[in-house]
């Protein structure tokens, strides 16, 4: 699995954002970006020196249940993507969390993903621009979400391959998919899918269980994320 604490001796940061919209300053300090940095060179973004591509362009990230910084995480990894200014980079709320994207760059959560799969909006008309260079965010939208399976994966096949034709890089915020949502759907039609998980929170069980229901629905696991941790490493996660 892919471990940012492993690639430069960083964690993930825990739940609070920290950007700066401030001139000629980056986005993300400097301590915060490292790990993030570092698990797209793991991933090859955005190809590497022989003319390989990246091993993803669309990316998930999700969990093993609520509250574990999902939503933080998938911000600074494409605020982090952006700021290497190697293509447009977009950010889509697919989880509808208490802490939505849009209010998080200061933006407007509908028209959004739900409208455009629903086809009640434009996909132009719902993709905002964010104060930070090269990085466009998809809001959540004004649909009523439903809970568990139900709607058909196909309006979300066609729009994932729009939008991998306009941006280099696309990064989701999944639900968690540990509680058996929507994200198990969703992210079989990614290019791979990032687990975060809370160091002092989740159990070995728990994250492979996760890991199993991913890839029963297909999906392609990249590694995980380990956020907010205090102490050392859990030995279960060294050992991954």
């Given at each position: 699995?892919?471990?940012t604490t ?9 739940d ?9 300053r980056s ?8 790990p993030?940095?570092a ?5 090859s ?9 990246a ?5 998930g ?8 910084g999902v939503t933080t ?10 700021e290497?200014?190697?293509?447009d980079?977009l950010?889509?709320?697919a989880s509808?969390?208490a802490t939505?994207?849009h209010?998080?760059f200061?933006g407007?959560?509908q028209p ?5 799969l ?6 132009d008309?719902?993709i905002?621009?964010t104060p ?6 998809l809001?959540i ?11 058909s994966?196909e309006?979300?096949v066609e ?11 696309v ?19 990614l290019?791979?899918v990032?687990l ?5 929170e989740v159990?070995f069980?728990?994250a492979r269980r ?10 392609h696991?990249?590694g ?6 205090r102490r050392d490493?859990?030995?279960w996660?060294?050992a991954?």
């Amino acid at each position: 699995m892919v471990d940012t604490t492993r690639a430069e001796s960083a964690d993930a940061p825990n739940d609070a954002l920290a950007v700066d919209n401030g001139p000629r300053r980056s986005a993300v300090a400097p301590d915060i970006a490292k790990p993030f940095r570092a698990l797209l060179r793991r991933l090859s973004w955005p190809g590497d020196a022989n003319g390989n591509a990246a091993l993803a362009s669309t990316i998930g990230v999700t969990s093993c249940r609520a509250r574990e910084g999902v939503t933080t995480c998938a911000a600074q990894l494409a605020l982090v993507a952006a700021e290497t200014r190697q293509g447009d980079v977009l950010l889509v709320d697919a989880s509808g969390s208490a802490t939505a994207l849009h209010e998080l760059f200061g933006g407007h959560a509908q028209p959004g993903l739900t409208d455009v799969l629903a086809d009640l909006g434009g996909l132009d008309e719902a993709i905002q621009r964010t104060p930070f260079e090269n990085l466009d965010l998809l809001p959540i939208g004004s649909r009523p979400r439903r809970r568990g399976g139900g709607d058909s994966t196909e309006p979300a096949v066609e729009l994932t391959r729009r939008l991998t034709n306009d941006y280099a890089l696309v990064v989701v915020d999944l639900p968690p998919a540990g509680e058996r949502s929507r994200a198990l759907r969703l992210s079989g039609i990614l290019d791979g899918v990032l687990l975060v998980i809370a160091a002092e929170e989740v159990q070995f069980e728990m994250a492979r269980r996760t890991i199993e229901m991913l890839r029963k629905c297909d999906a392609h696991v990249l590694g995980a994320i380990l956020n907010k941790r205090r102490r050392d490493v859990p030995r279960w996660v060294k050992a991954s």
